[in-house]
């Protein structure tokens, strides 16, 4: 198979680690940007292409199908069919699988790790894995019969792959960051680099690609779930960020045992507030359930408003807008948040969603990156539960 595509370093090192014999496990651990879960998708397609009579199984999972399909499978078929080898008869969309030969790809969601215990395959692939728990890892790894390759930013401070995984004698650890990316653009080494003056925590994690100091967190009281609850009683509402170039992001939020449970429905940077309205008619957002959107933007809230959708305007009060982002972080923090394995950027944003440093120390402002479902998610939480529409912005 002679294939002609521009690789990185990072594609080379993983090559040279799965043809060698020392490594079972892969780990690669970097910054944004830096070319991991695109390298190591090239490296699943020339596998599966090598050698069609090898009967070759590889499993690529993460934990959601939603976040699945947006990243390592996105890559993966856009290689496939920039090499001219994709063929929807070989795609079997129902299975989650591609077939090329006798080999298969597999692409399954890590719901549980009781559904893996009868599938072996002979590479595993996880992308983010620092979103798996250490016993599902584990069943997915004991019935691997060749190579594990995991791939994810250090935003954690602790994890169990650090201490359970990268210190093992077959372990070969790929630090990466966007310096190893050539290919990347201009814009997006500016943003990554912008990064320095905002945060050092975000800094050093997504820029530098190590590994992050969880104190600095703000939301460490979250927990993934499959589904909302089903009560038909719960408090539901929504929280809304409006955005352009940036994205705009709508959050179910329901208000269950006095608990937070948030639900991704819209993330999507380009939006007019007419494309916003079709969107939300399009998920079938209930006209009769409140939602609470950025107050600096009137024009759009009064279209929306127009197109029939619930706004409880109320007067501001001045007590509450003091301080005001801090105070709907600290009503926040101050209940158990659940979210939805379907909340794909939400998830993302949760994760590296920090305190901004300064000289070494915290402060009780947040690092305003990538943060438009985190805003949506505190406007419609503390603004609903104060019964009054108040910005938090």
């Known amino acids: 198979m002679r294939i002609q595509e521009t690789v990185t370093s990072v594609f080379l090192q993983n090559l040279k680690a799965y043809e060698g014999d020392k490594h079972r496990i892969i780990v690669n651990e970097g910054g944004t940007g830096s070319s991991k879960t695109y390298s190591i998708a090239q490296l699943m397609c020339r596998l599966l292409l090598a050698d069609p009579n090898a009967g070759l199984r590889i499993t690529i999972s993460r934990k959601s199908l939603p976040t699945l399909k947006r990243t390592a499978m996105r890559d993966f078929f856009t290689i496939l069919t920039n090499w001219g080898y994709y063929k929807a008869s070989f795609h079997n969309k129902t299975d989650g699988t591609y077939k090329f030969g006798r080999n298969i790809v597999e692409f399954v969601a890590a719901d549980s790790a009781q559904k893996l215990r009868s599938q072996r395959r ?18 997915f790894s004991m019935r691997t019969e060749q190579k594990v390759i995991l791939d994810y930013n250090p935003s954690d401070e602790f994890h169990w792959i650090y201490d359970m995984v990268v210190p093992r004698k077959d372990c070969l650890l790929i630090r990466s960051t966007y310096k190893d990316n050539p290919f990347l653009n201009a814009s997006l080494i500016n943003e990554i680099e912008r990064y320095k003056e905002i945060d050092e925590n975000y800094w050093k994690i997504y820029g530098l690609g190590l590994r992050g100091m969880s104190q600095a967190k703000i939301y460490n009281n979250w927990k993934l779930i499959d589904e909302l609850p089903l009560d038909k009683n719960v408090d539901r509402f929504y929280g809304l960020d409006f955005g352009f170039n940036n994205a705009t992001s709508l959050i179910e939020i ?89 909340s794909v950027e939400l998830l993302k944003e949760i994760k590296s969603y920090s305190w901004k440093m300064k000289d070494g120390k915290i402060t009780d402002e947040p690092v305003k990156v990538n943060d438009h479902a985190m805003d949506a998610a505190r406007y419609g939480s503390f603004s609903h539960s104060k019964k009054t529409y108040v910005g938090f912005a």
């Open 122 to 139: 002979d590479i595993l692939w996880i992308n983010e894995s620092n979103e798996f728990d250490l016993e599902t890892y584990r069943q």
């Open 254 to 342: 329901v208000l269950y045992d006095d608990n937070l449970y948030w639900n991704q429905k819209i993330h999507e940077s380009r939006l007019t507030t007419e494309d916003l309205i079709a969107k939300m008619i399009e998920e079938k957002i209930d006209k009769n359930i409140p939602i609470y959107p950025d107050p600096s933007e009137p024009e759009k809230i009064y279209l929306l408003k127009k197109a029939g959708f619930h706004i409880p305007m109320k007067s501001k009060d001045k007590a509450l807008t003091d301080n005001k982002v801090k105070d709907g972080i600290d009503y926040c923090k101050s209940r158990k948040i659940f979210v939805t394995g379907r």
